[in-house]
Antibody, heavy 122, light 109 residues
Framework: EVQLVESGGGLVQPGRSLRLSCAASGFTFDDYAMHWVRQVPGKGLEWVSGLSWNGGSIGYADSVKGRFTVSRDNAKNFMYLEMNSLRAEDTALYYC???????????????WGQGTMVTVSS | SALTQPASVSGSLGQSITISCTGTSSDLGTYNLVSWYQRHPGKAPKLIIYEGNKRPSGISNRFSGSKPDNTASLTISGLQAEDEADYFCCSYAGRNTVVFGGGTKLTVL
């Protein structure tokens, strides 16, 4: 069974850092690009970042560029999102998602985790 | 910036509806890399159309996608009660970014 499990969310003060993890199982992890997408509860979806099968190609939303860093460890079947200089507007449910392809440009996310909540507040 | 979708659409059981997704010459106008997602309350989004008009395995052929110029469309035919959900379009937007639409709430009457 294909499974994506996010972890690392929680309550953090503005300006601090947090690292999210995504554990993948049930598929050949290094055959696919991966993404982070966030959702403010009750609101829409915002793409955060994507990286190719080997991490050689990476993209970020303008809203997080320079503050967030995405990475993956294909040996461990994990993807990470390092979030620095967090702001109140980063408060959201963060999803990890798998792409149908090796590249992330198409944004074709066919499997999603259940999300991990990040709350940025003093 | 986000792709533009109508906030809501509605249709009766058995009818067809179309949800539009309007972009610019920088995203939809240049790239045929549109995907559509269905989201039920409290659930993770589900991919229903990718690369413009492809359906993932298990997705009903009642769902179809098209993309003339700067506007992409999702058509759902033979509306069923379980189609009531939020729908989001998504596209590559150039400059190493991907963008979602604001979402459309579909009500099945």
């Amino acid at each position: 069974e294909v499974q994506l499990v996010e972890s690392g969310g929680g309550l953090v003060q503005p300006g601090r850092s947090l690292r999210l993890s995504c554990a993948a199982s049930g598929f050949t992890f290094d055959d696919y690009a991966m993404h982070w997408v966030r959702q403010v509860p009750g609101k829409g979806l915002e793409w955060v970042s994507g990286l190719s099968w080997n991490g050689g190609s990476i993209g970020y939303a303008d809203s997080v560029k320079g503050r967030f860093t995405v990475s993956r460890d294909n040996a461990k079947n994990f993807m990470y999102l390092e979030m620095n200089s967090l702001r109140a507007e980063d408060t959201a449910l963060y999803y990890c998602a798998k792409d149908v392809s090796v590249g992330w440009y198409a944004g074709s996310l066919d499997m999603w985790g259940q999300g991990t909540m990040v709350t940025v507040s003093s | 910036s986000a792709l533009t979708q109508p906030a809501s659409v509605s249709g009766s059981l058995g009818q067809s509806i179309t949800i539009s997704c309007t972009g610019t010459s920088s995203d939809l106008g240049t790239y045929n890399l549109v995907s559509w997602y269905q989201r039920h309350p409290g659930k993770a989004p589900k991919l229903i159309i990718y690369e413009g008009n492809k359906r993932p395995s298990g997705i009903s052929n009642r769902f179809s996608g098209s993309k003339p110029d700067n506007t992409a469309s999702l058509t759902i035919s033979g509306l069923q009660a379980e189609d009531e959900a939020d729908y989001f379009c998504c596209s590559y937007a150039g400059r190493n970014t991907v963008v979602f639409g604001g979402g459309t709430k579909l009500t099945v009457l």
